[in-house]
C-alpha cells in the first residue's frame, strides 16, 4: 500500500496568513492526488484533484502542487473559514490512502 | 440540491453484522462510482471500498476483504455496504460519497456511526 505522510499535523495560523501543507507518497504516485477540507463533525469536501485541478466552487485562494512524491497545498490568505483539517488522497493504486491529516488551527 | 443519507449505523457486539444503506438524491446516481469512506473517532479518514457505475467491479481495503459487500441499486438510487464478522476496530463514523470517476469523492452524506462494542 501507498503510504501518504502529511506535515505539520498541526498549524496554527493567523487570518490573512499565506499557509502551506506538506504531503508526501512512500512512492511515485505522478499527479494522482487529491486534498479534501473537512471541519469538526461534518463530511471531507473535494478542494483539488489530480495535484493541481481546483474542483468547481472551491475559492482561487487554494492551489495545489507537486508530482512524483512530493505535494502541496497552498492556501494564499487564510480566511476564517479555513480553520479545518486538511487531507491528502492518493488514487496511483489501490487501496486509495489518505494522509494523516493537518489541522489549522488559529493562532 | 445533492444528498446522500445514510442510515443503519449503531451499536453492535464483535462478530455480528450490518447493512449501511445511502439514499441518494439531485443527481444521476446511476452515473456515478460510489464509495464508503470511514472514520474512527478523533482519526483520520479511511477509504473502504467502491463500487462501479454499473456495480460491475469493486474494490476494498484488505482489512475489510472477505467481511464487507459493497452493492448498489441503480433503480432504488441506493448504495449498501453489507458487514459481517464487525471487529472493535471497525468502529468509526461511515460515510457515503459518489464521484464521476473511481478516484474522488465530490459528494459525501453526513454519515452514520458504526460502534462495535461488547
Known amino acids: 500500500d501507498i503510504q501518504m505522510t502529511q506535515s505539520p499535523s498541526t498549524l496554527s495560523a493567523s487570518v490573512g496568513d499565506r499557509v502551506t501543507i506538506s504531503c508526501r507518497a512512500s512512492?511515485?504516485?505522478?499527479?494522482?492526488l487529491a486534498w479534501y477540507q473537512q471541519k469538526p463533525g461534518k463530511a471531507p469536501k473535494l478542494l483539488i484533484y489530480q495535484s493541481s485541478s481546483l474542483e468547481s466552487g472551491v475559492p482561487s485562494r487554494f492551489s495545489g502542487s507537486g508530482s512524483g512524491t512530493e505535494f502541496t497545498l497552498t492556501i494564499s490568505s487564510l480566511q476564517p473559514d479555513d480553520f479545518a483539517t486538511y487531507y491528502c488522497?492518493?488514487?496511483?493504486?489501490?487501496?486509495?490512502?489518505f494522509g494523516g491529516g493537518t489541522k489549522v488551527e488559529i493562532k | 440540491e445533492v444528498q446522500l443519507v445514510e442510515s443503519g449505523g449503531g451499536l453492535v457486539q464483535p462478530g455480528e453484522s450490518l447493512r449501511l444503506s445511502c439514499a441518494a438524491s439531485g443527481f444521476t446516481f446511476s452515473t456515478y462510482w460510489m464509495t464508503w469512506v470511514r472514520q474512527a473517532p478523533g482519526k483520520g479518514l479511511e477509504w473502504v471500498a467502491n463500487?462501479?457505475?454499473?456495480?460491475?467491479?469493486?474494490y476494498y481495503v484488505d482489512s475489510v476483504k472477505g467481511r464487507f459487500t459493497i452493492s448498489r441499486d441503480n433503480a432504488k438510487n441506493s448504495l449498501y455496504v453489507q458487514m459481517n464478522s464487525l471487529r472493535a476496530e471497525d468502529t468509526a463514523v461511515y460515510y457515503c460519497?459518489?464521484?464521476?470517476?473511481?478516484?474522488?469523492?465530490?459528494?459525501w452524506g453526513q454519515g452514520t456511526l458504526v460502534t462495535v462494542s461488547s
Open positions: 463500487i462501479k457505475q454499473d456495480g460491475g467491479e469493486t
Open positions: 460519497a459518489g464521484g464521476q470517476s473511481a478516484w474522488t469523492s465530490v459528494y
Open positions: 512512492q511515485s504516485i505522478s499527479s494522482w
Open positions: 488522497q492518493q488514487y496511483n493504486n489501490y487501496p486509495l490512502t
